[in-house]
């Protein structure tokens, strides 16, 4: 009787241990295949990403010299150009977003405007800065070709293909 009951309640630790492995594996299973949008930055000579939604694109006008910001944010199909900041008017400088304010001399707008991809030639004389956050710049423009197209890009990607992938503000 008491061999019995041992038997027994190995054969429920036993079921119990094998229930818990298939729910842990198909838990880790379905968080590692499941894709997410990342935002990949391509040059000539690398591929990095920016985990985040958000980031900015920095530059110094070429011929007014004042500082230039465009900020974007991911979407399912591209980005949203969602706000730019800019010193003064001139040929390009958007008009039919809403001004937001006029802080620090500079003129922020709202612009709302969808973007499938963006691609960007970045120069070391108007200093390309990639803003991966609000406080982490990154200088791209230190690590690729003077006139370098820069392409900006949305793409979903599971765990392991994301881990295999550099973050942009990691060293090369």
Known sequence: MMSKLLNRDKRRLLTLSIVVVIATTIILLSTTIRSQPITLIITDHDLCKIESPTFALSWTH??????????YERQDNGFILTDTKFKTFGAGVPHDGILLDRNDD????????????????VDHDVRSTIYLSKDQPWEIYNEVDRYSEVKIRNRPFNF???LSIRNCHEPQ
């Open 62 to 71: 070429s011929v007014d010299k004042t500082p230039w910001i465009e900020f």
């Open 106 to 121: 500079m003129i922020h707008y709202q612009i709302d405007h969808f973007m499938p991809e963006i691609n960007w030639v």
């Open 160 to 162: 392991w293909q994301r």
